[in-house]
């Protein structure tokens, strides 16, 4: 990513994780990021589509410490499908480790927003307080979850948006997933799906509601 883009992009970020940032505050930094950053995918995949070598596909693994490491990789894994980008889970004992396959650029923006939107699923859930009575894990991890449904549909929204504006985009987008999965499955080639997780907590609308104003747009994780 260019400085002057990463900069604007960093900029915006910053005012979004301020805890002192208003939910109407936070949509709009959220709806400029979102635009800067699935606009500059695509356009690092049209150049790529001339010079392969330009953006090539790489991998890189993501650890996520405790507590909540399972529901953290599971928002990883949201913010990377709709950048093209895929994830292989890999054992849990304690933290949680993510396969990220990619390209560089697409690698690039998933590390950035999410770094991001821990720190403000972070103060999320210390606004949110635990319901009398309701355990607070199960409801943390509800909220976790609510919060990255939104976040999901919110970045294939910005990306679709992104590749229609560009002649040509969407077919040169799937030969690059395509490359991507290859990758993976080279990597993997017995890949076994995750079991669904059954969540008690009641904190999956409050999460759901903080995924809508989280601002979308660097690589450390920060534990929650």
Same mark, same amino acid.
Not at 42 to 57: I, R, S, W
Not at 125 to 132: D, F, I, M, T
Not at 160 to 171: D, K, N, Q, V
């Given at each position: 990513?260019?400085?002057?883009?990463?900069?604007?992009?960093?900029?915006?970020?910053?005012?979004?994780?301020?805890?002192?940032?208003?939910?109407?505050?936070?949509?709009?930094?959220? *709806?400029?990021?979102?635009?800067?950053?699935?606009?500059?995918?695509?356009?690092?995949?049209? @150049?790529?589509?001339?010079?392969?070598?330009?953006?090539?596909?790489?991998?890189?693994?993501?650890?996520?410490?405790?507590?909540?490491?399972?529901?953290?990789?599971?928002?990883?894994?949201?913010?990377?499908?709709?950048?093209?980008?895929?994830?292989?889970?890999?054992?849990?004992?304690?933290?949680?480790?993510?396969?990220?396959?990619?390209?560089?650029?697409?690698?690039?923006?998933?590390?950035?927003?999410?770094?991001? @939107?821990?720190?403000?699923?972070?103060?999320?859930?210390?606004?949110?307080?635990?319901?009398?009575?309701?355990? *607070?894990?199960?409801?943390?991890?509800?909220?976790?979850?609510?919060?990255?449904?939104?976040?999901?549909?919110?970045?294939?929204?910005?990306?679709?948006?992104?590749?229609?504006?560009?002649?040509? *985009?969407?077919?040169?987008?799937?030969?690059?997933?395509? @490359?991507?999965?290859?990758?993976?499955?080279?990597?993997?080639?017995?890949?076994?799906?995750?079991?669904?997780?059954?969540?008690?907590?009641?904190?999956?609308?409050?999460?759901?509601? *903080?995924?809508?104003?989280?601002?979308?747009?660097?690589?450390?994780?920060?534990?929650?």
């Amino acid at each position: 990513m260019s400085d002057t883009l990463l900069a604007r992009v960093r900029k915006l970020l910053a005012m979004a994780e301020d805890p002192a940032c208003t939910p109407g505050e936070a949509e709009a930094f959220t *709806a400029k990021a979102a635009e800067l950053i699935a606009k500059y995918g695509v356009d690092q995949a049209m @150049l790529a589509a001339e010079d392969p070598t330009a953006d090539p596909v790489g991998d890189r693994v993501v650890t996520v410490d405790p507590p909540y490491a399972r529901d953290k990789a599971g928002l990883l894994a949201a913010v990377a499908a709709p950048m093209r980008c895929r994830v292989v889970h890999l054992e849990r004992r304690g933290l949680a480790r993510s396969h990220l396959f990619g390209h560089t650029a697409d690698l690039e923006r998933v590390e950035l927003l999410f770094t991001s @939107l821990l720190v403000q699923a972070a103060h999320g859930l210390a606004a949110s307080p635990v319901p009398e009575g309701e355990h *607070a894990a199960a409801y943390r991890r509800s909220w976790m979850a609510g919060y990255t449904q939104a976040i999901s549909g919110r970045l294939w929204a910005a990306e679709r948006s992104a590749a229609a504006e560009t002649p040509g *985009a969407e077919i040169v987008l799937v030969d690059r997933t395509d @490359l991507v999965e290859r990758r993976r499955d080279e990597a993997y080639p017995r890949l076994a799906r995750m079991r669904p997780r059954r969540l008690r907590g009641s904190g999956i609308l409050r999460g759901f509601q *903080a995924g809508q104003v989280a601002h979308l747009g660097g690589t450390e994780v920060t534990s929650i």
